[in-house]
């Protein structure tokens, strides 16, 4: 028997009473570095916060590591071992560093290890600003800053959105590079939300194409291997 | 030389006075606004319940000490239940909050004066006084500037060195992604209501001995609370310890050269100065100073 | 001939338009009103219907108006003799604070006006808005002047934490008001030593010592047994009931015209707990007993210094002249002037 991580299951989500996604059914296995990809504004950033609990769906259920979660908010749902990389970062300007850091540790608190100490070793030049406001270091280091601080709880699931958004194409590399170490290091399970096609096919083992709210297709590791396949999907 | 002295001394006594009724009676509004975006026009009744929880149960039998303590426990209670039935649905709503908190102080006002009558036994101002030259000054008014700095100092290790401060403060700044990180941002606004709570009912018992007890006595706070916290602009501890020690001098200069109705004015044309000159306060000014900087 | 009086209590919890009482009930006398807002809001309307209108409390003097009557004590009667009292106690420099609104600042012109008839000096004078609850500078500016006697005109539960204050800072001068333990019975509500060496001129206190005062507020404690206290007010009212009495037997009917006129042909004379009480057709004021009273550092009250005083200042001429006998019956025009001691 596998480990499911996640699981969605006929998810319908809408603001207000416009509809975003509709009837969405997914999985993640345990140790998987899954990808959704499609263009701007089909909801993938929809899908990330119904994952993990900042939106509610109207219909289906959210199954985490077994256990039915549609009805815990976010806080609840973190502390069960969703680490969580909004995007945009979304650093808190007005804490040093290392106090947003440690601010992940609330992830996963029914471990008795976080990996505050490990963030460091991935991120020396987070190491570097550590007493620095997080709202005056570079785009890049904000970025490696959400990673870090999701990853300092020790998470089970690392919910991404957007890694390589607005940053340099240099760090987008160093970044891809980082999460896939971090995955097979940490034995973590990555769901990631991209439309670089670069970083998709790097990191994904397989992928989601979502389009219009609903998924469209799903690529495995060979379908991914074509490029311009893949780039298609992304066409406008 | 000799004449000199003492009048210097007035002033600082002044500055303090003035300083400490400042900041003693804006730091519970401060909090509660710079935190969760509540302005809570019962703020004064907050107050006024310190100050009858303390004369209560002064009057009962306990010693001051306690009975104060006893004043800020009330007042912390009558603030959360408040923040759990009212308040919590209020969150981001500045107007809504504004009418219902104003709701709450009406009903205060009247609600204490139904039971406890017009007004409650006075306390007698302990310690009695200090003398310097011709004049004299009450020590209890010193402690009270005294407790106003430590109180200051407290709220700064609590938002800068404890988990909860900085649990607090991510919460004001992004209160989606601390939720995402775990933090029980409803309960976080619990919690920050009820400090903003027993730091009103600590001004309540604090002052409690210096005042007439009747159920309007929060309004003669409220306009001190306000002025402050306008000109401090939206952080809590930077804005108002700002804002204490700008009025403050202004406020003893004033009422010392010129009688306690100069002192009020040049409080209120200050205030209305910074807000044209200086729109999100001395915050503001210290955010572009930094930025300038940086 | 002898008339019982009914008196009807009308709630009015409108406050500052009396008009739907008057004109829908029909009353043969109006009394009423606490503060001088609401009775200077009642006289038009009063004046505009040819109401006789009995307001009972103590105020700072200058109505003098056809169809009221102010039966409690004014500034020329609480001040004059107790200013010229305490100066030859404690000496000429007068220092004042007094409420930012026309009360205190009239108030305070009335111990100007004073304190050059009888050659004390005011120092200084501060006005203190009524939201000021903290006096530390005042208190500063008030030991710097160092005053022989300091007046405290202060109004409202703000400012009555000055007392207090004064006390913690050691600040240790007599005191002279108007408007303390009287009304409010400040000695009462304040813990001892807040009111100490303060003095008031006063028509009526409940612990005046005499056989008919006792009676007075034996009777009244009987009836009322909650009552915290039994104020000037209180005293006025009952006494100002026996005058209307009076003048509605000596006409043998309550025709408001009747009874006006009569009130302005000759003075009546009653019998109050303070003393005998007479009015004064000139004014349509009356003439009251006043005594200093004094509370001590326990706030016990002691009396001195008793004496009858006319309410002598309003049929001054030229200013302010008023003189009703002159006006007997109905003015169409009733002037709405408060006079304000002039030239101080």
Redesign the interface.
């Known amino acids: 028997m596998t480990d499911t991580v996640l699981a969605l299951d006929g998810i319908d989500v809408s603001y207000g009473s416009t509809p975003i996604l509709r009837n969405i059914d997914l999985s993640i296995e345990a140790g998987e570095t899954v990808g959704i990809m499609g263009r701007n504004g089909v909801g993938k950033t929809t899908l990330m916060k119904t994952v993990i609990g900042l939106l509610s769906p109207t219909e289906g259920t959210v199954t985490y590591q077994g256990e039915d979660v549609t009805d815990l908010p976010a806080n609840r749902r973190a502390r069960l071992g969703m680490g969580y990389i909004p995007q945009g970062r979304d650093v808190f300007p007005d804490l040093t560093v290392h106090q947003n850091v440690r601010m992940g540790r609330s992830i996963s608190d029914h471990k008795s290890e976080n990996l505050v100490d490990r963030v460091y070793e991935y991120f020396p030049r987070l190491d570097e600003r550590r007493g620095q406001k997080a709202g005056t270091v570079s785009g890049g280091e904000q970025q490696m800053l959400a990673i870090g601080r999701a990853l300092a709880g020790n998470p089970d699931l690392l919910l991404f959105d957007e890694p390589s958004e607005g940053i340099q194409p240099s760090i987008v590399q160093q970044i891809t590079a980082d999460i896939g170490r971090m995955s097979e290091e940490l034995g973590v399970t990555v769901l990631f939300v991209e439309q670089n096609l670069r970083v998709i096919r790097e990191l994904a083992e397989r992928c989601y194409v979502i389009d219009n709210g609903r998924i469209e297709t799903e690529l495995g590791a060979t379908d991914l291997e074509d490029e311009e396949a893949v780039a298609n999907y992304l066409a406008v | 030389m000799t004449a000199l002295l003492p009048q210097v001394l007035?002033l600082l006594?002044?500055f303090l006075?003035?300083f400490g009724?400042l900041i003693l009676s804006a730091v519970g509004l401060a909090i509660i606004f710079g935190m969760m975006g509540v302005i809570n026009l019962a703020h004064g009744e907050f107050i006024t319940v310190g100050a009858y929880g303390t004369a209560l149960s002064y009057h009962a039998g306990l010693p001051l000490v306690a009975a104060m303590v006893v004043g800020v426990a009330t007042t912390t209670v009558f603030g959360l239940i408040l923040e759990f039935t009212v308040v919590r649905r209020l969150y981001g709503r500045l107007l809504d909050s504004m009418v219902a908190t104003w709701g709450i102080s009406l009903i205060m006002i009247q609600g204490l004066r139904v039971v406890f009558g017009s007004?409650l036994?006075?306390?007698?101002?302990p310690?009695?006084?200090i003398?310097y030259g011709?004049?004299?000054?009450?020590t209890?008014?010193l402690l009270l500037a005294g407790a106003s700095l430590a109180l200051l100092g407290a709220l700064y290790w609590m938002f800068t060195a404890t988990e909860f401060g900085?649990?607090a403060?991510?919460t004001i700044?992004?209160e989606?992604?601390?939720?995402?990180?775990?933090?029980?941002?409803n309960r976080m606004y619990l919690l920050t209501f009820g400090i903003g709570s027993a730091l009103a009912g600590l001004t309540g018992a604090l002052y409690a001995?210096?005042?007439?007890i009747?159920p309007?006595?929060g309004?003669?706070f409220l306009?001190e609370a306000f002025v402050t916290v306008v000109v401090g602009g939206a952080s809590v501890l930077v804005g108002t310890t700002g804002a204490g020690v700008l009025l403050g001098a202004i406020n003893?200069l004033f009422?010392?050269l010129f009688?306690?109705?100069a002192?009020?004015m040049a409080l209120l044309v200050t205030t209305i100065l910074i807000i044209r000159i200086l729109p999100q306060g001395i915050t503001g000014l210290l955010n572009q100073i930094r930025e300038e900087e940086? | 001939m002898s008339f019982e009086v009914v008196v009807e209590v009308v709630l009015d919890d409108a406050g500052l338009d009396d008009r739907p009482l008057i004109v829908g009930v029909d009353v043969d006398v109006l009394f009423g009103g606490f503060a001088s807002s609401s009775r200077e809001a009642i006289r038009p309307i009063v004046d505009e219907n040819q109401q006789l209108y009995f307001y009972t409390n103590q105020y700072e003097g200058g109505v003098c108006d056809t169809y009221t009557w102010c039966t409690g004590a004014v500034p020329e009667q609480q001040i004059s003799t107790t200013l010229e009292f305490l100066t030859n106690e404690f000496g000429n420099d007068i220092y004042t604070i007094a409420a930012d609104y026309n009360f205190g600042q009239i108030t305070a012109a009335w111990y100007r006006k004073i304190a050059d008839e009888v050659g004390a000096n005011i120092m200084e004078e501060e006005f203190i808005p009524l939201d000021v609850s903290q006096f530390g500078s005042t208190i500063n500016r008030i030991q710097e002047a160092d005053p022989d006697l300091l007046v405290t005109l202060l109004v409202g539960s703000n400012h009555a934490s000055f007392y207090d204050q004064k006390n913690a800072a050691g600040l240790d001068v007599p005191m002279s008001t108007t408007v303390n333990m009287a009304q409010g019975y400040e000695h009462l509500r304040f813990d001892p030593p807040a009111l100490t060496d303060m003095y008031v001129g006063v028509n009526y206190m409940q612990e005046i010592p005499t056989d008919q005062n006792q009676t007075f507020v034996d009777g009244y404690y009987e009836r009322w047994p909650d009552a915290d206290y039994v104020g000037q007010m209180a005293q006025n009212s009952y006494f100002t009931t026996y005058l209307y009495k009076q003048a509605v037997e000596r006409v043998g009917t309550t025709d408001q015209d009747e009874i006006l006129a009569t009130l302005d042909e000759e003075p009546i004379t009653v019998e109050a707990p303070e003393g005998t009480v007479t009015t004064d057709p000139e004014t349509h004021h009356v003439t009251h007993q006043i005594r200093l009273a004094r509370a001590d550092e326990n706030h016990e009250i002691s009396f001195q210094n008793q004496q009858a005083v006319e309410p002598y200042w309003l049929r001054e001429t030229p200013y302010p002249g008023c003189d009703l006998t002159e006006t007997t019956g109905a003015s169409e025009d009733e002037e709405m002037t408060q006079y304000e001691p002039e030239g101080v």
């Open positions: 007035n006594l002044q006075d003035s009724f007004s036994d006075s306390i007698g101002t310690l009695g006084n003398q011709t004049f004299s000054y009450s209890y008014r900085t649990r403060r991510a700044q992004d989606e992604m601390s939720r995402a990180l775990g933090v029980d941002t001995p210096t005042m007439t009747v309007g006595m309004s003669t306009v003893a009422s010392n009688g306690t109705f002192g009020r940086a």
